[in-house]
């Protein structure tokens, strides 16, 4: 089953116990616009980045696992050891993104504190 980002971003904003006009104002947006993304299959990543800050979840680590299931693997490895090294090698690319996700955050922290001092 395919992946939902707005019927997902749905249950956690009732999970948390959030309104939809409190999600609405920290996002930025209208109540009715709120309830437009609760329809949504797919969702811009910045946008998705201040859900995620919002309602302090983490939407991109599941889209990932799921995308992460949906692939096939063409052959079984040869070597019993191959699908540990490959689990591993994906899991090392997972941590690069990561971190680079966690320095683009600080860096939109730093900009806003240096937006808020002036």
């Known amino acids: 089953m395919a992946y939902?980002?707005?019927l997902?971003?749905?249950?956690?904003?009732?999970?948390?116990?959030?309104?939809?006009?409190?999600?609405?104002?920290?996002i930025n947006t209208s109540?009715?616009?709120?309830?437009?993304?609760?329809?949504?299959?797919s969702i811009d990543t910045e946008l998705l980045q201040t859900i995620s800050a919002?309602?302090?979840?983490?939407?991109?680590g599941k889209i990932q696992e799921t995308a992460r299931r949906s692939v096939k693997i063409?052959?079984?490895?040869?070597?019993?050891?191959?699908k540990p090294q490959h689990e591993l090698q994906?899991?090392?690319?997972?941590?690069?993104?990561?971190r680079k996700?966690?320095?683009?955050?600080?860096?939109r922290i730093s900009r806003c504190e240096l937006h808020k001092k002036k």
């Open 8 to 26: 997902e971003i749905h249950k956690v904003l009732k999970k948390n116990g959030m309104t939809v006009s409190e999600f609405a104002r920290r």
């Open 31 to 41: 109540r009715e616009n709120a309830y437009s993304i609760f329809k949504r299959k």
């Open 54 to 60: 919002v309602l302090g979840h983490d939407f991109f």
């Open 90 to 98: 994906l899991l090392r690319e997972d941590l690069l993104l990561l």
């Open 4 to 6: 939902h980002i707005g």
């Open 74 to 82: 063409s052959a079984e490895p040869e070597h019993p050891y191959t």
């Open 101 to 107: 996700e966690v320095q683009e955050l600080r860096e």
